[in-house]
């Protein structure tokens, strides 16, 4: 069993940055992946970056790379997300999720069996 307990979410004008936090307890050895998604009011959630914990890489789809950055401690079992020039588009709850198998296809949440309790990030113009 893994444990995800988010932080970080917070309301923020248009143009400034946040950085979201995931930590994970319990079985955290058995962790692969872990991604962010993020989810507005009637839209399914969608995976904005994703980190293969074993080997540190990131993944990002192409319209987010540039202004949203995943990166991990290890010492303390956190999953970081910063996202940058945030607009009111970015407002949403977001999610963190860790896979404990390979991913293949790391956008889509059915392969992610652990969730954190969101955060929510509101961005105003």
């Known amino acids: 069993q893994v444990q995800l307990v988010q932080s970080g979410g917070d309301s923020v004008q248009a143009g400034g940055s946040l950085r979201l936090s995931c930590a994970a307890s319990?079985?955290?050895?058995?962790?692969?992946?872990v991604g962010w998604f993020p989810q507005a009011p009637g839209k399914e959630r969608e995976g904005v970056a994703t980190?293969?914990?074993?080997?540190?890489?990131?993944f990002y789809p192409a319209s987010k790379k540039g202004r949203f950055a995943i990166s991990q401690d290890r010492a303390r079992n956190t999953v970081y997300l910063e996202i940058n020039s945030l607009t009111p588009e970015d407002s949403a709850m977001y999610y963190c999720?860790?896979?404990?198998?390979?991913?293949?296809?790391?956008?889509?949440?059915?392969?992610?069996?652990?969730w954190g309790q969101g955060t929510q990030v509101i961005v105003s113009s």
């Open positions: 999720a860790a896979a404990t198998r390979p991913v293949i296809v790391w956008t889509d949440p059915g392969q992610y069996l652990y």
């Open positions: 319990g079985d955290t050895k058995s962790i692969t992946y």
């Open positions: 980190i293969s914990t074993r080997a540190d890489v990131p």
